[in-house]
């Protein structure tokens, strides 16, 4: 008996033993791969959620709701005091060109100042809503700015982007997705 | 006491009120650095709820520092967030889900069981208990190998009384050529 056991039971052992270096070696991969990992990108809680219900005015002083957002467009948080803000902003323009429905948040942020960027800078937004003391950015899970939302007809969140919008982050991030919302519009 | 000694007893204590001094203002600086802020607690418990809410919440702009810790803008719109709810009669676990649903999971250094979480926290047990149940296996494969079967045994005496025939034979050819 114990002949007839040890045979197989052997081989199964040799077997199992290659396992170890194996998953020792897939366990650095899964490390390594880690460390390309950006720690201030954060998961997204909102994603596949509607806006959340607000009332703000807009630097012109209209009163908005959520409802006055109508996708497909983004929603792009900024500030005078963010300087990525700034850099991305003549992309942002450049988007508008090309017919890229945007609205604008300006968060925690001097009203006057806001203003002022905008006509130095140029408008891409449809309007701006003013989120003075960030109650709308938390609702937002926003934690800085610049962030950028792609929202759907349906009033949902589609896609969050911390960070400078640029022509990588919209053609490879933002692009694949609103092109097949436009699809559907149209 | 000659006057040299009590020269260097005074130095010892200047030294000593030196440190006494340092010490005295780095605590201060030190306590400079806590967060101060003023809330008005309507009672003990929620003030005690608001100490635990602001110590587990992470400030989400701040790589590895809670509520309490950080002077982030964001963090102390936060922390009145938790407060003006606490205020509402909210407790602690609508504030937290409050957070979550906004933030997610990330804001919470308490993250709740999910299917990644128990990869995450089981896959250690799961190694050790595999690696106890590997070593338990080999060391009952390799007790079993010490005690053979009756047959096993009389073949290993005959095979050795065969080498020992075989030797001896060997030795005497040995002996036989040297001769």
Not at chain 1, 48 to 59: C, S
Not at chain 2, 25 to 30: G, K, M, N, V, Y
Not at chain 2, 99 to 106: K, N, T
Request: proline share 4%; with cysteine; net charge negative.
């Amino acid at each position: 008996m114990s002949k007839q056991n040890s045979l197989p039971n052997k081989k199964g052992r040799s077997k199992v033993i290659w396992l170890v270096p194996l998953s020792f070696v897939a366990l650095l991969a899964i490390l390594y791969q880690g460390l390309s990992n950006d720690p201030r990108e954060l998961p997204s809680a909102l994603v596949g959620k509607p806006l959340p219900e607000f009332a703000l005015k807009t630097l012109a002083g209209q009163e908005m709701s959520q409802q006055n957002i109508v996708g497909p467009a983004l929603l792009n948080v900024w500030a005078t005091w963010c300087p990525t803000c700034r850099e991305e902003h003549e992309y942002l323009n450049t988007l508008k060109a090309e017919g890229v429905v945007i609205y604008g948040l300006n968060y925690k942020d001097d009203l006057t100042a806001a203003k002022q960027w905008l006509v130095d800078l140029g408008t891409p937004y449809q309007f701006t809503l003013a989120d003075a003391d960030g109650q709308v950015g938390i609702d937002l899970g926003v934690y800085g700015a610049p962030e950028t939302f792609l929202i759907n007809a349906r009033g949902e969140i589609l896609l969050r982007h911390a960070g400078e919008m640029n022509e990588t982050v919209w053609s490879e991030k933002f692009e694949p997705i609103y092109k097949q919302l436009d699809e559907v519009e149209t | 006491m000659s006057s040299q000694q009590h020269h260097r007893h005074q130095g010892y204590l200047t030294k000593f009120i030196c440190m006494l001094v340092f010490l005295a203002f780095s605590s201060i600086l030190t306590l400079s650095h806590a967060v101060v802020e003023m809330h008005e607690f309507t009672d003990l418990e929620m003030e005690s709820d608001y100490r635990a809410l602001i110590a587990e919440l992470r400030c989400p702009k701040c790589q590895n520092q809670n509520l309490s810790d950080s002077d982030a803008p964001l963090a102390k719109d936060l922390r009145k967030k938790v407060f003006d709810q606490l205020s509402d009669g909210k407790n602690r676990s609508e504030i937290k889900q409050y957070m979550i649903d906004r933030y997610g999971d990330f804001i919470t250094y308490r993250p709740p069981l999910t299917a990644k979480t128990i990869v995450l926290w089981g896959l250690p047990w799961l190694i050790v208990i595999l690696a106890i149940f590997i070593i338990w296996r080999r060391t009952r494969a390799m007790d079993m190998k010490t005690t053979l079967s009756v047959d096993e045994q009389a073949a290993l005496t005959a095979v050795l009384a065969q080498n020992d025939a075989n030797n001896s034979n060997a030795r005497m050819a040995d002996n036989k050529d040297e001769q």
